[in-house]
């Protein structure tokens, strides 16, 4: 890994779909992540397929690729820190452990932990994007009906859609929002935290403040995402999430690709290991 090395974030799709041998070989000159959501996608899939897909991180993490940790380690660093996150990703030390141990050891020694986390992220999805947005909407309709026809009159396409969100949630100042919206023992310094665009936790609230205002536009049009939806959709924020400090997103679901183009513009977004650049190699 050379010092200034270009980081990717791989999601599940694109995972499945280019192949363990594929990526094996990308991650031996190319700053590959796999990150917690992966995993967690991976160990929360049917049985049938779980130890597989989990042997498979294993050896992509074997292969020289690098672990990185999911939004609440973020979210808890600056809270702690009063300091952005930093813009380098892997956590070498967690990286070293699982090179050291079986990933499927690891991740199903206990199935139980996997039930609960599997609730409690379909839980957080339920509430952040549907029931918000549900709620959203009725106060839109009760005290400002003109503003929910703006709503329904923004692009069909998603792309440009999310690029109309994104510019009105980033006239806003969020630090307050992101205060309130995260555990006070995780904060040292209210005062200190969340400053700017700068920090992953003000990125995190930017992402879901335009996920639920994109829900409430598939509401007004007869989209009515759902439970399951909402906790897919999640998961594609975590990974669009990670592109703040990354450099690239190498993924082949669509819409985690719409989201991560409309977040990001100036980052790449690959949707094959063949679109990757030489300015992206690490040896």
Known sequence: MLAKSKQIVIDKEAFIRIGTDKLCSFAHNHLLLVCDTLLYECATTCESKRKDMLCCCDLLIKADAY??????????????????????????????????????????????KIKMISLSRWEVARNEFVKLSEMLKKRIDSENPDVGKRIKELPSD??????????????????????????????????????????????????????????????????????????????????????????????????????GKAAFPDKDVFRCIEDVPRSYKSK
Not at 75 to 94: K, R
Not at 100 to 112: G, I, Q
Not at 239 to 252: H, N, P
């Open 158 to 259: 998603k792309i440009a859609r999310l690029q109309k969100l994104f510019e009105r949630i980033d006239k806003l100042d969020l630090h307050q929002t992101v205060v309130d919206s995260t555990p006070a023992n995780w904060i040292k310094d209210e005062s200190n935290f969340c400053l700017s665009p700068e920090w992953m936790s003000w990125q995190r609230i930017r992402l879901i403040h335009v996920m639920v205002m994109n829900y409430n536009y598939l509401l007004r049009t007869g989209g009515c995402p759902g439970d399951k939806r909402a906790e897919h959709d999640y998961q594609d924020m975590e990974y669009v999430l990670l592109l703040s400090r990354a450099d690239g997103l190498l993924t082949k679901d669509d819409g985690c690709a719409c989201l």
């Open 67 to 112: 672990y990185c940790p999911c939004s609440i380690g973020f979210l808890q660093f600056e809270g702690n820190n009063c300091c952005p996150y930093p813009s380098f990703l892997p956590d070498l030390n967690a990286t070293e452990d699982i090179r050291k141990a079986c990933l499927e050891d690891v991740v199903l020694n206990s199935p139980d």
